[in-house]
């Protein structure tokens, strides 16, 4: 039966009071996310890139979170409308525990607005499973929170 449990997916969007340019940067700008996801109530503490250069495909970066420290990459981007990430978390003994793949698709929704259709999918292995439900309501909270505080992020800073 654990087999047969279905990745966690999910489509949460928004629309940013900025121009798509200065969304998709936002985005990539792995650095700047300890700037407007501070004091969003995430679980994430902290973030770096750990690969050298401007950000692309392949570009590596180490999330700190409440939940330990958890790797991951961009393995997806097409600017300045598609970006996606990757992320796993692996218990101490090396196993796989979690997979997610947070994407954003951005496209112009008017004048100085972008339409943010973010999609969040994770894979829990194992007995991980097992909590399942669990694990979606979490996932939809975080991210939720992440895309209110990205969108929060511009309404605070004025576009230039």
């Not at 050298?52 to 393995?75: A, K, L, R, S, Y």
């Not at 292995?125 to 992440?146: D, H, N, Q, S």
């Given at each position: 039966?654990?087999?047969?449990?279905?990745?966690?997916e999910f489509e949460l969007e928004r629309?940013?009071?900025?121009?798509?340019?200065?969304?998709?940067?936002?985005?990539?700008?792995?650095?700047?996310?300890?700037?407007?996801?501070?004091?969003?109530?995430?679980?994430?503490?902290?973030?770096?890139?750990?690969?050298?250069?401007?950000?692309?495909?392949?570009?590596?970066?180490?999330?700190?979170?409440?939940?330990?420290?958890?790797?991951?990459?961009?393995?997806?981007?097409?600017?300045?409308?598609?970006?996606?990430?990757?992320?796993?978390?692996?218990?101490?003994?090396?196993?796989?525990?979690?997979?997610?793949?947070?994407?954003?698709?951005?496209?112009?929704?008017?004048?100085?607005?972008?339409?943010?259709?973010?999609?969040?999918?994770?894979?829990?292995?194992?007995?991980?499973?097992?909590?399942?439900?669990?694990?979606?309501?979490?996932?939809?909270?975080?991210?939720?929170?992440?895309?209110?505080?990205?969108?929060?992020?511009?309404?605070?800073?004025?576009?230039?």
């Amino acid at each position: 039966m654990l087999d047969r449990v279905k990745p966690i997916e999910f489509e949460l969007e928004r629309t940013i009071g900025a121009p798509i340019e200065q969304v998709f940067a936002r985005l990539v700008d792995i650095e700047g996310h300890n700037d407007w996801m501070a004091e969003a109530g995430s679980m994430l503490k902290h973030t770096r890139q750990t690969s050298p250069g401007e950000p692309g495909v392949g570009t590596t970066f180490v999330d700190e979170t409440t939940q330990g420290t958890m790797p991951g990459e961009i393995v997806e981007m097409t600017a300045p409308h598609t970006v996606v990430f990757h992320w796993w978390d692996r218990s101490k003994s090396g196993t796989l525990k979690f997979e997610g793949w947070p994407s954003y698709r951005l496209e112009p929704a008017g004048d100085n607005e972008t339409r943010v259709r973010h999609r969040g999918k994770l894979i829990s292995y194992g007995l991980w499973r097992l909590g399942t439900p669990i694990w979606r309501r979490f996932a939809v909270k975080e991210r939720t929170i992440t895309v209110d505080a990205l969108k929060a992020s511009f309404e605070r800073t004025p576009t230039l």
